[in-house]
């Protein structure tokens, strides 16, 4: 079964870092653009940050520009987003997603038509 699986949520106090992990099952991560999104209560799922297959281009959301950092690993099959000085507003349900396209920030501006999306991880900030 071809799939995605993110891992790393849980519960963190604001100012502090969180790794995320997605990984994939089934296919190789290699010539795919990979997308980390969010969706917080209420609210609707937005693009964070999207790297390009051949890792030269990254795009991030203003509100995570110089706190997240996106990167990933073809030999593990494995992307990753490293979210530091979290806010409680960073608070949502986070999602890795895939695609066969050109362009990451084309990825990142929309949530319809990337090729595979994970079940989504939990990350609670609060203290």
């Known amino acids: 079964q071809l799939q995605l699986v993110e891992s790393g949520g849980g519960l963190v106090q604001p100012g502090g870092s969180m790794r995320l992990s997605c990984a994939t099952s089934?296919?190789?991560?290699?010539?795919?653009?990979i997308g980390w999104f969010r969706q917080a209560p209420g609210k609707e799922r937005e693009g964070v940050s999207c790297i390009s297959s051949d890792d030269e281009v990254t795009y991030y959301g203003d509100s995570v520009k110089g706190r997240f950092t996106i990167s990933r690993d073809n030999a593990k099959n494995t992307a990753y987003l490293q979210m530091n000085n979290l806010k409680p507003e960073d608070t949502a349900v986070y999602y890795c997603a895939a695609d066969w396209g050109p362009d990451a920030r084309a990825m990142c501006s929309t949530t319809v038509g990337q090729d595979y999306w994970g079940k989504g991880t939990l990350v609670t900030v609060s203290s």
């Open positions: 089934g296919f190789t991560l290699a010539g795919y653009i």
